[in-house]
Nanobody
Framework: QVQLLQSGGGSVQAGGPLRLSCVAS????????MGWFRQAPGKEREGIGF????????TYADAVKGRFIIARDNARNALYLSMTNLKPEDTGMYYC??????????????????????WGQGTQVTVTS
């Protein structure tokens, strides 16, 4: 059974950093495009960044460019989202997601969320001012 287990969320003051983790099991992690999404209160879920299977190419939404960095460790079946200079508008539920189709086709912002087959349980990030 495919599972994506998230951790690392919490509350942080504006300007601070936070790192989210997503550990996968049940599939060949290294063959999959991975992405991060978030959903703010009252808003639709949006893609914020994506990483190729080999981990050396990432793309991001304009709102997070220069502040968020995605990395993956295929040996550990892990995906990370390192966030700096957080803003109150970054508050929301953050989700990691895996695309089960092999390869990197479509694995760039703004990748459609329907391309992703498996999702983490979500992690709350709250940024206070």
């Amino acid at each position: 059974q495919v599972q994506l287990l998230q951790s690392g969320g919490g509350s942080v003051q504006a300007g601070g950093p936070l790192r989210l983790s997503c550990v996968a099991s049940g599939f060949i992690f290294k063959s999959n495009c991975m992405g991060w999404f978030r959903q703010a209160p009252g808003k639709e879920r949006e893609g914020i960044g994506f990483v190729y299977t080999f981990g050396d190419h990432t793309t991001y939404a304009d709102a997070v460019k220069g502040r968020f960095i995605i990395a993956r460790d295929n040996a550990r079946n892990a995906l990370y989202l390192s966030m700096t200079n957080l803003k109150p508008e970054d508050t929301g539920m953050y989700y990691c997601a895996a695309r089960q189709q092999y390869g990197n086709g479509g694995c760039s912002y703004p990748a459609d969320l329907t391309l992703f087959d498996d999702w983490g349980q979500g992690t709350q990030v709250t940024v206070t001012s």
